[in-house]
């Protein structure tokens, strides 16, 4: 009995160790389990917040696309006023150039015109001269 009481205190101690060491890597488990926990949520958040960030430049640019988008449409409208506007000044152009051609034609005809007549007194006053010249000669003659 004595035996059997040794060896059942010897099992006993045996156990008891085997709790106190099963115990210990169980806390020692735990912590790293902790520790990896606390890990891995860190990781989740700083992933989080790139994903935030990610998206809030995401809705930026969106708004900045729109924005582009928007003068982009604002402009091709402008341009196509101006293009109008352009053609409405070419067609003018076009009128005018013509009206001038117009007037310097007819510029030229009364140019002519004057010259002509202009030569034609020329004609006259000489004429007009040489008569007079003569009716001079003879009054005096007959003075």
């Avoid at 091709?76 to 067609?91: F, G, I, T």
């Avoid at 005018?96 to 030229?108: C, D, F, G, I, Y």
């Amino acid at each position: 009995v004595a035996m059997e009481t040794v060896s059942l205190e010897h099992q006993i101690q045996s156990v008891q160790r085997h709790i106190a060491f099963l115990k210990k890597e169980q806390m020692e488990l735990l912590h790293d389990l902790h520790l990896e926990i606390l890990r891995l949520q860190k990781h989740c958040s700083e992933l989080t917040h790139d994903l935030e960030i990610k998206e809030l430049e995401a809705r930026q640019q969106d708004v900045l696309d729109r924005e582009l988008e928007e003068k982009c449409r604002a402009m091709q409208a402008q341009l196509q006023e101006k293009e109008k506007d352009n053609l409405e000044l070419r067609k003018e152009l076009r009128h005018k150039e013509t009206l001038v051609a117009a007037l310097r034609s007819s510029l030229r005809n009364k140019e002519r015109r004057f010259l002509e007549e202009l030569k034609r007194r020329s004609h006259r006053v000489t004429i007009l001269d040489t008569e007079l010249q003569k009716q001079t000669e003879a009054a005096a003659y007959l003075s």
